[in-house]
C-alpha cells in the first residue's frame, strides 16, 4: 500500500484576485505574505517526518510551499508535470468575474467555477485529461514506490481530481477543491483501489 498526503500550496496575490491561475508561472501565481505563512503554519502542526519523500508539482508556488513544508524534515524532493494545476488553456491568468461575464453558462452556480464543457471555448484540459494524469501518476508512483509515505504538494483541481478518482464519482461538483495548504490523505492498495482517508484537513 502507498499512501498520499496531498497538500495544496499556500494562498498567492492570484487566489486573492480571482483569477484562474492555471499553469501560469509568474510572480502573481507565487506565493504571497500569507501564503508563506500559511505553509510554515502547516510545517509547525504537520510532522512530515514520518513520509519517505516529497513530490511536487513544477510551479513555482508548489515548490515554494514544499521547501517551507520541508524545512526539518530535509526529505527528497521530485517534481512531476502530472500533478500540475489544470490548464485552462486561453483563460490561464484571467480573472473568472470577467470570464463568467463573457461565458456565464460555462461556470457552475454551485462551484463558482467552470462546468466540464469549458475547455471546448477556451482550449484547455478537460475533467477527465486531469483525472486521467493524476491516475497514472499515483500508479507509477504505487509501482516506483511501494509501501512508500509520500507527500505529495500539488494544487486545487488536481487534488479534487485525485478524490473524484478514489471515490469514483459522476457528478463533477460532488467534490469541492481543497483550502490552501489543506492536507487530503488518500491510501493506494497493492490491489489497485483507493481509499481516501481524509480530505481537506487544516492545520
Known amino acids: 500500500m502507498t499512501v498520499f498526503y496531498f497538500i495544496r500550496h499556500g494562498q498567492t496575490l492570484g487566489n486573492t484576485q480571482g483569477i484562474s491561475q492555471g499553469t501560469i508561472n509568474t510572480e502573481i501565481a507565487y506565493l504571497n505574505n500569507h501564503g508563506k505563512q500559511q505553509a510554515q503554519k502547516l510545517h509547525d502542526h504537520f510532522d512530515i517526518n514520518f513520509a519517505d519523500r516529497i513530490i511536487a508539482s513544477p510551479l513555482v508556488r508548489t515548490q515554494q510551499t514544499a521547501e517551507i513544508v520541508n524545512q526539518t524534515a530535509n526529505l527528497p524532493i521530485e517534481l512531476d508535470d502530472r500533478i500540475k494545476e489544470i490548464s485552462y488553456g486561453d483563460w490561464d491568468g484571467t480573472k473568472k468575474s470577467e470570464l ?28 477527465l485529461d486531469v483525472e486521467t494524469r493524476v491516475a497514472n501518476f499515483m500508479q507509477d ?46 491510501s493506494l492498495l497493492n490491489e489497485g483501489q483507493s481509499v481516501l482517508n481524509y480530505f481537506n484537513r487544516v492545520y
Open 141 to 186: 508512483m504505487s509501482v516506483k514506490y511501494p509501501d512508500e509515505k509520500i507527500i505529495v504538494v500539488s494544487h486545487g483541481f488536481t487534488i479534487r481530481s485525485a478524490v473524484v478518482n478514489a471515490l469514483q464519482v459522476k457528478n463533477p461538483f460532488a467534490v469541492p477543491e481543497p483550502e490552501n495548504t489543506s492536507v487530503t490523505k488518500i
Open 100 to 127: 463568467k461575464q463573457q461565458f456565464p453558462a460555462l461556470f457552475s452556480p454551485i462551484s463558482d467555477d467552470v462546468v466540464p464543457e469549458y475547455y471546448k471555448t477556451a482550449h484547455g484540459e478537460s475533467f
